[in-house]
């Protein structure tokens, strides 16, 4: 009877579902990490180029929606004509990259 009432109070402790939740997190950062750090290695430099133009577009864009946030319209306005011109330069550069299809 003793048994009986010690497996019916018998919980596994909180720590070791913490640490299985650790152990499962840590792995998938893990493969996420790699999957990226892999995608990285192979991207090709032309690749890399229209990337890296992408993200300061994406950044120009991010610092005009908080210039507006903060009541600036004047910087939001200059970040949007510098995102508009970066855009023009992603587009540009990526044209240059596909032979046959952009003429000057």
Not at 74 to 87: E, P, R
């Amino acid at each position: 009877m003793a048994e009986a009432h010690a497996i019916q109070h018998y919980s596994p402790p909180k720590r070791v579902g913490k640490l299985i939740a650790l152990a499962v997190a840590v792995l998938l950062l893990i493969g996420v990490v790699g999957i990226v750090v892999d995608h990285l290695m192979t991207e090709s430099p032309p690749e890399r180029a229209e990337r890296e133009c992408i993200d300061k577009y994406n950044g120009l864009v991010r610092q005009a929606k908080a210039d507006l946030t903060n009541g600036d319209r004047t910087g939001a306005i200059n970040s949007l004509v510098a995102a508009k011109a970066q855009l023009h330069q992603c587009q540009v550069a990526s044209a240059n990259s596909v032979s046959g299809i952009y003429h000057h």
